[in-house]
C-alpha cells in the first residue's frame, strides 16, 4: 500500500531534495507513541507503586488504573513517569542526531506527547477537580487555591514545553519543517490517528463514556492542534538543524508494529482488565 505525502522537502543545508514523508509511517509511529505515553502514565506509573506499596492493580482501562491500595505517591507516579518520559526521550534524541528519520521522529513525537499530555493534565485537573493531581490537592487546606496553581503551573509548563517541543523539531527537519503543510503532516497525521485509536478503546471502557472519550480526544487532537504554532515559537530560538534533516520513509515493521499495539489496546485494555490475579 503505498501511503506518501506529495509535497518534496528540499530545505537541508547542502541543497538536497530531502523526500517525501510517508503519511503511514506517520500514522503507525502516531499510534504507537499514543499507547506508549497511556501505558507509561497507567501501567509503568500507577501500576509500579501500586505493586510496590502491596497493592493489587483491580483495573487498568485506556485512560485509568485502579488500586486496592491508594497512596499519594501512587497517584502522583502516573504523571511523574510521563514528564521522565518525555525528559528521557529529550535526551535520546539530542544524543541521536543521525539515527534514521524514522525513529528520530518517534523519539520527537514521544517527547511531544509525554511532556504536552502531562502539562495540559495539570492544567485540567486543576480547573475541573478531576484526575491525580486534583487527588492530591484534594486533602489540602485551600484546596481550591492548590488547584489554581495547577492551572497556572500547568499553562506555563505546556509553553514552555511547547517552545522546547518547537525547537527540536527545527532540529530534526531544518528549514523544510517550516513549510505549513509538512508541519500540518507531521503534526496533524499522527495525533488524529491516535485519537482514532483512542476513540476505538475510550468507547469500550468501563469508565464512563463521556469523560473517556473527552479525554482520548484532548490527549490527541488538542496535542496536534498546539503543535501548528512551532513555526512562531521557533522563530524566537533558531537552533542549527540536525546533520541530516529527518524524512520518514515507507516502513512495514513500524506499521505492522501499530496495527498489532492498536487492535491489543483497543480490544484488551479498552474494555478494562483485572490483573489482580484473582
Known amino acids: 500500500m503505498a501511503a506518501e505525502t506529495g509535497a518534496t522537502a528540499t530545505g537541508n543545508p547542502g541543497g538536497e531534495a ?3 514523508d510517508s503519511a503511514l509511517t506517520i500514522m503507525a509511529i502516531g499510534v504507537l507513541v499514543y499507547v506508549g505515553s497511556t501505558m ?6 500507577h501500576g509500579t507503586l501500586c505493586l510496590a506499596t502491596g497493592g493489587r492493580i483491580t483495573l487498568l482501562d485506556p485512560l485509568g488504573m485502579r488500586c486496592s491500595v491508594v497512596t499519594p ?6 504523571p511523574l513517569a510521563n514528564l521522565a518520559g518525555g525528559a528521557l526521550a529529550w535526551l535520546a534524541l ?3 542526531p543521525r539515527a534514521s528519520g524514522n525513529a528520530r521522529y518517534f523519539l520527537w513525537l514521544s517527547m511531544v506527547f509525554d511532556l504536552l499530555i502531562a502539562a495540559g493534565y495539570m492544567v485540567v485537573s486543576g480547573a475541573t477537580g478531576f484526575g491525580d493531581w486534583a487527588v492530591l490537592a484534594a486533602p489540602l487546606a485551600a484546596a481550591w487555591v492548590w488547584r489554581a496553581g495547577l492551572v497556572l ?24 519543517g517550516a513549510a505549513p503543510a509538512r508541519l500540518r503532516r507531521l503534526a496533524l497525521f499522527p495525533t488524529l490517528a491516535a485519537a482514532v485509536v483512542a476513540g476505538a478503546a475510550a468507547a469500550l471502557s468501563p469508565t464512563g463514556k463521556a469523560t473517556a472519550l473527552e479525554l482520548a480526544f484532548g490527549t490527541t487532537v488538542v496535542v ?3 503543535l501548528l504554532a512551532i513555526p512562531d515559537l521557533v522563530g524566537r530560538r ?12 515507507p516502513s512495514v515493521p513500524w506499521t505492522l508494529a501499530a496495527l498489532v499495539v492498536a487492535a491489543v489496546f483497543v480490544a484488551v ?3 478494562g482488565i483485572d490483573l489482580s490475579g484473582r
Not at 533558531?238 to 520513509?249: D, H, S
Open 153 to 176: 503551573a500547568g499553562i506555563a509548563l505546556y509553553y514552555g514545553f511547547l517552545r522546547l517541543v518547537a525547537v527540536e523539531y527545527d532540529r530534526l527537519t531544518s528549514h523544510s
Open 40 to 45: 507509561l502514565h497507567e501501567a509503568v506509573g
Open 18 to 20: 530531502i523526500g517525501r
Open 238 to 249: 533558531k537552533q542549527e538543524p540536525a546533520p541530516t534533516p529527518a524524512r520518514i520513509t
Open 94 to 96: 539530542r544524543k541521536a
Open 73 to 78: 505517591a501512587m497517584v502522583a507516579a502516573g
Open 269 to 271: 485494555i479498552g474494555p
Open 224 to 226: 496536534g492542534v498546539s
